[in-house]
């Protein structure tokens, strides 16, 4: 059975697709067999891996919108040995949309389970399963928090970090208590690190509210992030000898090992 894992916050910029991509590809060097699901209509998780989102024959869209399909079908190959993809799609914008007005159905199926339905059929496949969410906390990112075993946090160690983690932390204690009781919040990553004052300030700040779970590695901002993104590869295939392609593999070992 693969362990999930939900990438997740409520705020943009702060290296949450860098990180779903990275960390799924380093746990796919690793020997995992790892599958990528991409819940962003802005679809840069499927981008960043070198698929062109309009071009695929089956997306996570088409899962949604058509239940008789089969997972499977959605699955695709990457450069990265052993990392697999479910490509994001522009319309998960208006599937999102139906999602709101089916929840105020009360005799339609409940919308925020149908992730967990789609994943159920692969569950078998893979070692694990990282989800990649839009960065507000829609019904997309609701699907993902329904689906996961565990929560991953990514925060920026640059201002206004904090208002995002707080209303991420509200969501992941809200579907404890009502829709997923299992869930676990594995730990905030602080990424984009700078040696900054600014940024060691911000990082205090975080390790001060939030003492017990913050993930003991940084990710360093790193040109080599910037460099693998303009040519669609994760930083751990295009440079592994960078310090933010070191930082993804140590979270990868410690999600694995704890």
Sequence with gaps: MAKKIAIAIHKGGVGKTTTAKNLAAALA?????????DLDEQANATKGLGVDPTAVAVTLNDLFVNPELDPVSAV????????????????????ETGMALQRTDPTAPDPIEALKGILADLDARFDYIVMDTPPSLNYMTINALAAAD?????????????????????????AVATYNPTLRLRGILVTRVKRTNA?????????????????????VESTAVDEAEQLNQPVVLYDPESPAAKGYERVAEILTNG
């Design 29 to 37: 060097q690793a020997g995992r067999s790892t599958l990528l699901v």
């Design 76 to 95: 695709l190959g990457t450069d990265v040995d052993g990392l697999h993809l479910i490509a994001g799609h522009p319309d998960l914008s208006r599937t």
């Design 150 to 174: 565990e929560l991953v946090i990514p925060a920026a160690a640059s201002a206004y970090s904090e208002d995002g983690l707080a209303r991420t932390i509200e969501a992941y204690e809200r």
């Design 199 to 219: 940024s060691t300030a911000v990082f205090e700040g975080i390790g001060e509210a939030y003492k017990d779970l913050v993930i003991p590695q940084l990710i």
